[in-house]
């Protein structure tokens, strides 16, 4: 069959693509199971080889996260292209929406629930983690960076080969610009000796988000996902071959960085394939969880560890549990952010009315704690 045939040159709007939401959802799954064997399962069986394996296989975690992130981005410029040309209210909204995500991301690391003790901590350099990038940071800031190119470039071909080449420098300048001495607040955006999610070379994967969004826009669905399966056979096995990498500084080299893109390539192929073969019902479900990633990130972050408001499971558990113990607790876990993240969607879509009131509530409520508490 001729190229031309898989080919789109002349694409029309693409609906909401079901591989890209069950694919949030597996990601979110991992990322709790991730994070509570992290800091709950004994120290001496973080030690054992099959624990290594276990690091290096939820490596693809994070660049998931940034992955979807760029894919939706890409596809909302596709679909409302007049909304980046004239910066209508739509516009500005999605704008307040990717300021929101970086500051949430501020707010789950704030030291204290006082402004007054979270200055005088920052100011004194006592901030703890406040100042440190994270994942959501991470996300926020290379939507802005894309939605700046979208607005600059307009056309679909010019900014996907900026953000494509963004997206080789972030994977190949991540040690030229770790000494990058800005301001405190802007820093450690650049070093990752100090954040775990710095732009470089993180924000790469969101580019490569892009970048595969477009040509899911182009392709033929057969074609496309037959390339990201070709492409992720071919990527994935890199790291295994070179046993002596760090797995912690894998980021940092091209097997590490093609090893998590395979990762990604093959988890959405598999998602595919299941909805080919299995959708519908409960896949359904899993998809309008995996909808709300951002709620069920933080929710899992305030169980597992801990917040501002109290305290979560880490006194009771961290460094103390058995690999069948962990595992048992992760399914409670998983069940009730599962069910609560329904909840939260249902909300959202059922009763948006009832949702504004009780998400301003919230925000005002917080604000004004946060503000008039002197300690």
């Known amino acids: 069959m001729n190229w031309r045939e898989w080919w789109s040159a002349e694409p029309g709007p693409v609906r909401r693509v079901a591989a890209v939401d069950l694919f949030r959802f597996v990601v979110l799954f991992f990322m709790i199971q991730g994070h509570l064997f992290r800091a709950y399962l004994l120290p001496s069986i973080r030690q054992l080889p099959w624990y290594k394996v276990h690091e290096v296989l939820h490596g693809f975690v994070a660049p998931g996260f940034l992955f979807a992130a760029g894919f939706t981005a890409f596809l909302s410029f596709h679909n409302k292209r007049q909304n980046y040309i004239r910066l209508d209210g739509a516009f500005f909204k999605r704008l307040r929406r990717i300021l929101f995500v970086i500051a949430v991301g501020y707010w789950i690391h704030l030291p204290f629930l006082s402004l007054r003790k979270t200055l005088l901590a920052v100011g004194r350099g006592q901030a703890g983690n406040f100042l440190r990038v994270d994942i959501l ?184 549990l058995d690999v069948a113990q962990a595992l048992l607790l992760f399914l409670a876990v998983q069940a009730a952010v599962f069910a609560l993240s329904l909840l939260y969607h249902w909300l959202k879509t059922e009763r948006p009315r009832l949702w504004r009131w009780g998400f301003h509530l919230f925000w005002a409520a917080f604000l004004a704690m946060f503000i008039l508490r002197p300690h």
Not at 150 to 168: H, M, S
Not at 256 to 272: I, P, R, S
């Open 137 to 320: 940071q991470c996300i926020g800031t290379g939507l802005l960076l894309f939605t700046l190119l979208a607005v600059l470039l307009k056309g679909e071909r010019a900014v996907t080969l900026a953000t494509a080449l963004a997206g080789a420098l972030f994977f190949l300048l991540p040690e030229a610009v770790k000494g990058i001495r800005l301001h405190p607040v802007l820093d450690p955006y650049f070093d990752y000796r100090v954040s775990l999610f710095p732009l470089f070379p993180w924000l790469g994967y969101l580019c490569l988000g892009v970048v595969a969004a477009f040509l899911y826009s182009r392709l033929q669905r057969r074609a496309y996902f037959g390339l990201l399966l070709t492409l992720g056979v071919l990527f994935f096995p890199w790291f295994f071959f070179h046993a002596s990498s760090s797995y912690f500084k894998a980021e940092l080299t091209l097997s590490g960085n093609l090893n998590k893109t395979g990762a990604v390539f093959l988890l959405l192929c598999l998602c595919e394939l299941l909805l080919r073969r299995c959708g519908g019902g409960f896949l359904d479900l899993l998809m309008r969880a995996g909808s709300e990633s951002l709620f069920v990130y933080v929710l899992h972050l305030f169980i597992i560890f801990n917040s501002i408001f109290r305290q979560g499971l880490m006194p009771l558990f961290a460094d103390r």
